[in-house]
């Protein structure tokens, strides 16, 4: 894989990050005495993973004038991903959300981001200046459907994004479907957004409840324009089916999970970071599901790239592919089927 390079982001994510309070001890919130602060969100997730895996990338935003805010910005800019296109609110606060954490790891989210800072993004959002220095020189532009449903003005700035000339430039979109967020908006304007894209990242499960369906052929049926749809079916696999019928499946690796919150930005990351690098389209997967791995056996949202990605697996017969597992520990059974 090609190292990072410095200069213009080859990928720009537009979107909402939060401050994130992670609990010390699993169990109810009225039980946690104390919480960590870190930071979570899809699209900055996914700029994070980027840069990883040696995509340049920035992501654009809005924050609050407050410390959540400044912290947000200060770690993502820690992690190399460009923060020159975020705007501070005057008024506004950053987001913030609360993890709980249950029986055998599983989340659950407790948000507070109504009237944050990043739910006045609007299509003049795209035309402050850093912004629209990073836009016009992006290779991709990834979006996800957690910010149209923030506000009339985030859903109009996703329209502008979608509709705005290519210019040789990708855009991707990830469903992330959620039904709290649109319990007050209309969903249906999705599946324009899904429609619009070049690349649409959906999870079958998420697909089904906001599509009436999870399989991958009539979602294609569905969504005809994009150049690839990518459909992921939980720990199964994923397959990805592309405008001129071609379909590709790949099975998804053994991994001892920690916490799943992140790895579905992982997968899109990898996915799109194999894009960028010129893979073909099993290699593009194997990347989604090594970065998604790497994310399900760790207990913040974005994974530590780099031993998994520099692994041979990309290349791997199936028979070892299949006896791979991820553990926090690293990869073993590797060697099992070689």
Not at 117 to 122: L, N, R, T, V
Not at 302 to 313: F, H, K, P, S
Request: hydrophobic content about 45%.
């Amino acid at each position: 894989m090609r190292p990072v390079r410095e200069g213009t982001p080859w990928a720009v994510c537009v979107g909402e990050s939060m401050a994130a309070l992670l609990p010390d001890v699993p169990g109810p919130l009225e039980g946690v005495g104390s919480f960590t602060v870190s930071v979570g969100g899809a699209e900055s997730n996914v700029a994070c993973a980027l840069h990883a895996l040696g995509v340049p990338s920035a992501w654009v935003s809005r924050v609050g004038d407050d410390g959540f805010g400044r912290r947000l910005t200060g770690e993502l800019a820690s992690r190399g991903v460009d923060t020159s296109g975020v705007i501070v609110d005057p008024v506004l606060p950053t987001g913030l959300y609360f993890k709980e954490i249950g029986v055998a790891g599983r989340s659950r989210l407790h948000y507070y981001r109504r009237g944050s800072a990043a739910s006045a993004m609007s299509a003049a959002t795209l035309g402050e200046p850093g912004t629209a220095r990073l836009l016009s020189g992006a290779r991709l532009v990834h979006l996800s459907g957690i910010t149209p449903a923030l506000s009339e003005t985030c859903s109009a700035m996703v329209r502008e994004l979608l509709a705005a000339p290519r210019a040789g430039r990708l855009v991707s979109f990830d469903l992330n479907w959620r039904p709290t967020l649109w319990r007050d908006r209309d969903p249906a304007v999705l599946r324009e957004f899904v429609n619009a894209a070049d690349v649409v990242f959906l999870g079958a499960d998420e697909a089904e409840e906001a599509f009436g369906t999870g399989e991958p052929g009539e979602i294609r049926a569905l969504f005809p324009r994009p150049g690839t749809i990518v459909v992921k079916d939980a720990g199964r696999g994923v397959t990805a089916s592309t405008s001129d019928g071609g379909t590709v499946s790949e099975a998804a690796l053994a991994v001892d999970v920690v916490e799943p919150t992140g790895a579905g930005d992982a997968f899109a990351a990898g996915y799109l970071a194999g894009t960028l690098h010129g893979f073909d389209q099993r290699r593009r997967l194997r990347l989604g599901h090594l970065a998604a791995a790497s994310a399900l056996v760790a207990h913040g949202d974005v994974g530590e790239l780099g031993d998994i990605t520099r692994l041979a697996l990309l290349d791997a017969p199936a028979a070892r592919w299949s006896a791979t597992r991820i553990t926090v520990d690293g990869v073993t059974e590797a060697e099992a089927a070689s």
